[in-house]
Nanobody
């Protein structure tokens, strides 16, 4: 099992940047692919980005590609989402999630509590 805690959210002006962090507990962090999702008010949760267990493969939603960069540090049990050129459309609660399929578990079985990102125009 893994517990996730996001941080780094806040209020930023359009065009600005934020770096979100996700701290994971447990000794098997490198066994989990990690993803970021977001949910804006009144909308469904949507996929933002995913990184493989080793960090070598990354996927991004079209809406964030070329603006967001996902990375991980398995030695520190951390995942980072660098967000640049933010716009009001990026305003949402951002969640990190651990994909447990490699350990026999479910896809995105574990979730953090979320961190609010608000982008003012």
């Amino acid at each position: 099992q893994v517990q996730l805690v996001e941080s780094g959210g806040g209020l930023v002006q359009a065009g600005g940047s934020l770096r979100l962090s996700c701290a994971a507990s447990g000794r098997t962090f490198s066994s989990y692919a990690m993803g970021w999702f977001r949910q804006a008010p009144g909308q469904e949760r949507e996929f933002v980005a995913r990184i493989s267990r080793s960090g070598g493969i990354k996927y991004y939603a079209v809406s964030v590609k070329c603006r967001f960069t996902l990375s991980r540090d398995n030695a520190k049990n951390m995942v980072y989402l660098q967000m640049n050129s933010l716009g009001p459309e990026d305003t949402a609660v951002y969640y990190c999630a651990a994909d447990a399929r490699a350990t026999g578990g479910l896809s995105y079985a574990y979730w953090g509590q979320g961190t609010q990102v608000t982008v003012s125009s």
